[in-house]
């Protein structure tokens, strides 16, 4: 598909990120949008924490912009910043995606964690009725998390490496999920027990590259691992899967199968599906 030139007639869409050379969503979703003629071209912004605030005014005002994606860090910090929120942003806690609406108003979503069951189910994993060792209690580990607990999981372990923030997730969704067995547990934790293995730690690329929060050796036969992180593809959490031959399912799954719902809830593809009816942000 020969790409859309960019003209006057264009709209934009912008992603919100620091640092912003590891974003993939260019090359992933603007070849989406080109082979359904839609004439949207994406934006990588390079936006520090303290800017973020200027930057998110300044994005109301531009009149030819869809909306923006947000990534780390500011998937909590945008939460303040806008105008509604969709009940998985609230139940999160975070945002991943804004629409820009006539007239500068801002609505926030989050379809981390849908995207995720999603990236799963596509590899053929159910998550029904199975029990899950979960790495990581940050904003893309908290999304993951509730929808684990709502596509049915018997069983949810939180490891990460500041214990109280993985005490703080299990709170909150055993709170929203009185029924569900939740518990934070220390790391390096133990797979034993456990149907799946999941990394959502940003441990996997840059500095932390090689840092494993399971205890490898405990990955046993017939154990799936999936992780969250795009780049690199195979990640320690992989490497160590790979090695035991067992079914990994990588952080791209979960980044494709996020597209579907970001287009709809944009408008520019059919109508917003249920889950991202959006409610009043009360303040
Ligand atoms: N595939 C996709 O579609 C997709 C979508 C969204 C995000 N992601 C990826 O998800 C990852 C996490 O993003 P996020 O937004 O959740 O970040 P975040 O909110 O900053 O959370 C980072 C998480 O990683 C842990 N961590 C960071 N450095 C570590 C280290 N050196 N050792 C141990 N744990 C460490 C943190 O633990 P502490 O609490 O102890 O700091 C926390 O649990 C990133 O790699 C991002 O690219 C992928």
């Known amino acids: 598909v020969s790409p859309i030139p960019v003209t006057g007639r264009t709209r934009f869409y912008a992603q919100l990120a620091d640092p912003v050379a590891s974003v993939k969503l260019p090359e992933i979703l603007q070849p989406v949008l080109d082979a359904r003629g839609l004439d949207v071209a994406i934006v ?66 989050n379809v981390d964690g849908s995207g995720f069951v999603a990236g799963l189910h596509g590899h053929g994993h159910s998550l029904r ?7 990581g209690a940050g904003g893309t580990a908290r999304a993951v998390a509730f929808a684990l607990a709502g596509a049915g999981v018997a069983r949810l372990d939180i490891a990460n490496r500041t214990a109280a923030r993985a005490r703080s997730l299990a709170q909150a969704v055993a709170a929203r999920f ?18 799946i293995v999941i990394n959502a730690t ?13 205890d490898p050796d405990t990955l046993h036969p017939g ?26 399912v990588p952080g791209a799954a979960m980044l494709h199968a996020q597209l579907g719902a970001a287009l709809a809830f944009m408008r520019l593809d059919g109508p917003t599906s249920p889950d991202l009816v959006v409610t009043p942000l009360c303040q």
Do not use: C, Y
Not at 129 to 135: F, H, Q, T, Y
Not at 202 to 214: D, F, M, N, S, Y
């Open 44 to 109: 990588p912004m390079h936006v520090a924490p303290d800017g973020l605030g200027e930057v998110v005014t300044a994005l109301r005002l531009w009149q030819n912009l869809v909306g923006f994606g947000v990534t780390m860090p500011h998937k909590e910090a945008v939460l303040g910043l806008l105008d509604e929120l969709t009940e998985s942003a609230r139940m999160v806690g975070s945002v991943n995606l804004v629409r820009r609406e006539p007239g500068g108003r801002l609505v926030g979503t």
């Open 129 to 135: 009725g199975r029990s899950v060792l979960l790495l």
């Open 178 to 195: 009185p029924g569900l067995a939740v518990t934070a547990v220390p790391v390096v934790a133990t797979a034993v027990g456990h149907d």
């Open 202 to 214: 940003a441990a996997g690329h840059g500095a932390a590259r090689g840092i494993l929060l399971v």
């Open 223 to 248: 154990t799936v691992t999936a992780d969250v992180t795009v780049e690199p593809v195979v990640t320690p959490l992989l490497a160590a899967a790979s090695r035991r031959g067992l079914p990994s």
